[in-house]
């Protein structure tokens, strides 16, 4: 656990040197936080918290998040010539694998309960006419754990392209593909469905309701991580990693 | 008593499809020596360093570092080792300490020591100062500096080098190999050092070993690689001509001679002495104005080594 909190560390050293600055690397940050916990809360007001719907919208966000800073995780180490050297320190497999994903995890979950944090806090400074304004429960939980599991999703698929692409930009064209791939396939997919199909789903999502379409989801998020994590156990090899 | 061996490999090999980079290689390294692996590029110096290392699994023969074998201890061998490879492997976004400071942690050191170490290693390369500054704006020159004190970090046994002064100036590369030789006495580390400076060999190893096209041609101490040349002879003055040379060729004991830059250079067999050959060009009408006689450099004996491998 040590090592891989050590890994870890340095990949949040370096999340947050942005361009050799840790000014430049708190600044993206600080817009990040802007955007999803004023500017947009600001917009929707009262029903930023009434909506619970929305919950969904926070397994997406750390796709986004998550996605660019992972891309890096072993292309950038490639393009820079650093992963030999880190290969050839005692680390672990695991330890290496393990603490990039942590970071990228941790990352993009840490972002969004601050997003939400800082969100609540706006909505409730401006759009308050009585008493707090607090999330449902099932937003509450959903909401954090769809978000949990969405980071995770990124970090484990982000890891698995990395550690494949050659350079940065490819990891991250890549999973851009696969990040827009996994929000308009479902859409465009429910759109195209004859009309009575589409409201047999309705109908259906009506029946399970928010609470039951969160665990739907979270079971559905929890196979991909643990399934992109597999994947990434298996490709991680040290001898190809050195000849790639 | 013998040094105990610290790296023995015996016909160890790393095929690539139809390419073999590295070809039947034996070898023994004694503890606490820097020993030189010498080879012109691509000749299989960095594999050989990444089969050490466990990196990459040999096609063929087996390798033991400080007592493991490379294919079922790499972790061990990791552990125990410390490595500046073909790239300085540094963070260039974080600064020296930050870097020293990953890699410490890396190798379970506390808090205190960590400190300490750090502080010990980048005050004498001249980088404490600077410790605080991102790598990336450093020169080539202190980025390698800072790089060998990461792989010595955690006082390894075995400290793997792979052409630390390549990518340098000369005034750089003097520089470094002048702390690492200090360095590496301080710290009484065993060094496999590979390149391709012939002076920089010649200057800090014990022990050398040449190979070409991942086959070993020579191993011995510089000074008996150097025993098997032959001796050089330089001789400047004026009248030198083509008669001179065919004169000196004639004479017993003179493998090859050769004018270069208005002086006759010289290559003699074994007893090599020159005062008879300098009694024949002044009776030939040369004038002697001095002789220069020495045994070939290690430069010498490599070239001579890779033009018999072809």
């Not at chain 2, 020579?218 to 000074?223: E, K, L, N, R």
Request: aromatic share 6%; charged share 20%; glycine share 10%.
């Amino acid at each position: 656990m040590g090592d891989v909190l050590t890994v870890a560390w340095k990949e949040w050293r370096e999340l947050l040197q942005v361009g050799g600055s840790v000014r430049g690397g708190r600044f993206s940050l600080v817009i990040l936080l802007a955007v999803f916990g004023v500017f947009l809360p600001l917009q929707a007001g009262a029903e930023w918290v009434e909506s619970p719907a929305t919950v969904f919208y926070w397994g997406w966000v750390p796709l986004m998040l998550v996605g660019s800073a992972v891309a890096d995780s072993f292309a950038g180490e490639r393009e820079r010539h650093t992963l030999e050297t880190l290969l050839a320190s005692r680390l672990a497999d695991r330890a290496i694998l393990l603490g990039k994903i942590g970071a990228a995890i941790s990352y993009g979950w840490g972002l969004v309960l601050l997003m939400l944090a800082l969100s609540l806090v706006t909505v409730n400074v401006t759009a308050r006419t009585g008493p707090l304004l607090l999330f449902p429960w099932a937003f509450a939980i959903g909401a954090p754990l769809l978000a949990l599991l969405g980071a995770g999703l990124a970090a484990t698929a982000g890891v698995l392209v990395s550690l494949r692409a050659p350079t940065v930009r490819q990891a991250a064209q890549t999973l851009n593909v696969g990040v827009l791939l996994l929000v308009f396939v479902p859409v465009l997919g429910m759109q195209v469905l004859p009309d009575a199909w589409q409201a047999q789903a309705g109908a259906w999502a009506m029946s399970v309701g928010v609470q039951g379409l969160v665990w739907l989801a979270a079971a559905f998020l929890a196979a991909l991580d643990l399934s992109c994590l597999a994947a990434a156990f298996a490709r991680f090899r040290r001898a190809r990693l050195v000849l790639d | 008593m013998s040094a105990p061996v610290i790296i023995r490999t015996e016909g160890l090999t790393r095929a690539f499809g139809s390419v073999r980079a590295v070809d039947g290689l034996d070898l023994e390294v004694p503890a606490g020596t820097v020993f030189g692996f010498l080879g012109p590029n691509g000749a299989g110096k960095t594999t050989t360093i990444r089969l050490l290392l466990g990196l990459l699994e040999p096609t063929g023969g087996r390798a033991t570092v400080l007592g493991c074998d490379t294919r079922a201890e790499a972790g061990r061998i990791r552990e125990q080792s410390g490595a500046l490879l073909e790239h300085h492997g540094l963070y260039e976004r974080l600064s020296a300490e930050q870097n020293l400071e990953f890699y410490a942690r890396v190798w379970r050191m506390s808090r205190a020591a960590r400190a300490e170490r750090i502080r010990a290693l980048l005050q004498p390369l001249g980088l404490w100062e600077r410790r605080g500054e991102p790598v990336g704006r450093w020169s080539r020159g202190m980025k390698q500096k800072l790089a060998v004190a990461r792989a010595l970090l955690h006082k390894p046994s075995l400290l793997f080098l792979d052409e630390p002064t390549a990518s340098l100036d000369p005034v750089a590369a003097a520089t470094l190999r002048d702390e690492l030789s200090t360095l590496v006495q301080r710290e009484g580390v065993t060094v496999f050092l590979t390149t391709h400076n012939l002076a920089e060999a010649e200057r800090l190893c014990g022990r050398v070993a040449v190979i070409k096209q991942g086959r070993l041609l020579a191993v011995g101490h510089p000074d008996e690689l150097k025993a098997r040349s032959a001796t050089r002879a330089e001789i400047s003055g004026r009248g030198f001509t083509d008669a001179t040379l065919a004169l000196l060729r004639g004479r017993p004991g003179v493998v090859r001679a050769d004018l270069q830059n208005g002086r006759i250079v010289l290559e003699l067999a074994e007893p090599a002495e020159t005062a008879p050959l300098v009694a024949a060009i002044v009776q030939h009408g040369g004038l002697v104005e001095e002789v220069r006689k020495d045994k070939g450099s290690l430069e010498d004996v490599f070239l001579t080594l890779m033009e018999e491998e072809s």
